[in-house]
């Protein structure tokens, strides 16, 4: 069974810093791209980043471009988002999901990390 | 960027009607592979979204077949074509055929 497993979340102050972690399993890691999409409190999903197979090929949405950090350690089938100078429309429920959703449709999702920015 | 617009925002249907939710891309996301890079997603409360069809048209495996997806180029459709009352969720269509992949706003689908 595919799972994937958030963690990672939590409340940060504005200019603050987070690393979110996925950890995916019953699946070969490794053969997939992976993203993050975040969902805002009673809001729609927003794309926020994406990267290959290997991590030689990363995008990320304008609303986060040069403030986080798309990773991924295969040999630990984990991603990784690294959050920084966070601000409070960060505020948002953040989903991993299975597949490169700039290429192509993802078949599998995490139930999501909450990451609250608020002083 | 490609931006996509659902309409409506919400809509109730009886139980057993049919339910129809449009997705419109503001350009073609038609390939020459012959491919429509759009999906669609349900998303119930508290759940997170799950995918229903893909390539427009093409149905994820284990999703009831009353789910089908139409349309091509700029104009595509989702359609239920016997509301049961499992289907109450939030249906976002999302384009995969250019950065930044796009989502629509959302139709939420109700039971009258």
């Known amino acids: 069974e595919v799972q994937l497993l958030e963690s990672g979340g939590g409340v940060v102050r504005p200019g603050g810093s987070l690393r979110l972690s996925c950890v995916g399993s019953?699946?070969?890691?490794?053969?997939?791209?992976m993203s993050w999409v975040r969902q805002a409190p009673g809001k729609g999903l927003e794309w926020v980043s994406s990267?290959?197979?290997?991590?030689?090929?990363?995008g990320y949405a304008d609303s986060v471009k040069g403030r986080f950090t798309i990773s991924r350690d295969n040999a630990k089938n984990s991603l990784y988002l690294q959050m920084n100078s966070l601000r409070p429309d960060d505020t948002a429920l953040y989903y991993c999901?299975?597949?490169?959703?700039?290429?192509?449709?993802?078949?599998?999702w995490g139930q999501g990390i909450l990451v609250t920015v608020s002083s | 960027d490609i931006v996509m617009t659902q309409s409506p925002d919400s809509l109730t249907v009886s139980l057993g009607e049919r339910a129809t939710i449009n997705c419109k891309s503001s350009q073609s996301i038609y390939s020459s592979n012959n491919k429509n890079y759009l999906g669609w997603y349900q998303q119930k409360p508290g759940q997170p979204p799950k995918l229903l069809i893909y390539?427009?048209?093409t149905r994820e495996s284990g999703v009831p077949d009353r789910f089908s997806g139409s349309g091509s180029g700029t104009d595509f459709t989702l359609t239920i074509s016997s509301l049961q009352a499992e289907d109450v969720a939030v249906y976002y269509c999302?384009?995969?055929?250019?950065?930044?992949?796009?989502f629509g706003q959302g139709t939420k689908l109700e039971i009258k």
């Open positions: 999302q384009q995969y055929y250019s950065t930044p992949p796009a």
């Open positions: 990267l290959n197979w290997f991590g030689g090929s990363t």
């Open positions: 019953g699946f070969t890691f490794d053969d997939y791209g």
């Open positions: 390539w427009a048209s």
């Open positions: 999901a299975r597949g490169d959703i700039a290429v192509a449709p993802t078949d599998y």
